[in-house]
T-cell receptor, first 116, second 113 residues
Framework: GAGVSQTPSNKVTEKGKYVELRCDPI?????LYWYRQSLGQGPEFLIY????????DSGLPNDRFFAVRPEGSVSTLKIQRTERGDSAVYLC??????????????FGEGSRLTVL | AQSVTQLGSHVSVSEGALVLLRCNYS??????LFWYVQYPNQGLQLLLK??????LVKGINGFEAEFKKSETSFHLTKPSAHMSDAAEYFC???????????FGKGMKLTVNP
């Protein structure tokens, strides 16, 4: 597709379960970002990939959160032992090379995670 | 460290009226500033950006914003609101050469006929 694609669009899970959220960036975009948006808040940075490597994971809240991008394209955000406080919309964005100078991130529609 | 403040969460204007969405920033380094818009059921989209060139920045759909260092502000304006402008608007800041955008809480704009 032409834009950033995220699946699933909605995920309901029980406390303590494991969850994977997938992001398919725009073709050719080397930079990929994960943000989390809680209700009534703006997006909050989680992690940035340049190619296959995580260049900045300073926003991951704790070690239950992990993300990979093994082939430099699709990325998966993994959440272990989910907690009710993890409920949020998880946003993925991509950028052609780097957002540092252009600031232009292309966002997907997000994956809404609800932990019961 | 960077942060932005968008006071209030909701603004309502009449069609044809001026749109003014306020954003104040805090940054320990010269900032880059952005406005993103989220239309219903769509992803966030870049509206305009300030990256240290002209202080008055023009964006898509008739929006513009002015960087005022003395006021640490980057307010978004549009002279005449259109029904299609109804959306949520986010101000964001980053340090130069930083990959991390820091967003405000957002402002939901309603346009009344």
């Amino acid at each position: 597709g032409a834009g950033v694609s995220q699946t699933p669009s909605n995920k309901v899970t029980e406390k303590g379960k494991y969850v994977e959220l997938r992001c398919d960036p725009i073709s050719g975009h080397t930079a990929l970002y994960w943000y989390r948006q809680s209700l009534g808040q703006g997006p909050e940075f989680l992690i940035y990939f340049q190619g296959t490597g995580a260049a900045d994971d300073s926003g991951l809240p704790n070690d239950r959160f992990f993300a990979v991008r093994p082939e430099g394209s699709v990325s998966t955000l993994k959440i272990q032992r989910t907690e009710r406080g993890d409920s949020a919309v998880y946003l993925c964005a991509s950028s052609l090379n780097s957002a540092a100078n252009t600031g232009e991130l292309f966002f997907g529609e997000g994956s809404r995670l609800t932990v019961l | 460290a960077q942060s932005v403040t968008q006071l209030g969460s909701h603004v309502s204007v009449s069609e044809g009226a001026l749109v003014l969405l306020r954003c104040n920033y805090s940054s320990s380094v010269p900032p880059y500033l952005f406005w993103y818009v989220q239309y219903p059921n769509q992803g966030l989209q870049l509206l305009l950006k300030y990256t240290s060139a002209a202080t008055l920045v023009k964006g898509i759909n008739g929006f513009e914003a002015e960087f005022k260092k003395s006021e640490t502000s980057f307010h978004l304006t549009k002279p005449s609101a259109h029904m299609s402008d109804a959306a949520e608007y986010f101000c964001a800041v980053s340090g130069r050469r930083s990959e991390k955008l820091v967003f405000g809480k957002g402002m939901k704009l309603t346009v009344n006929p």
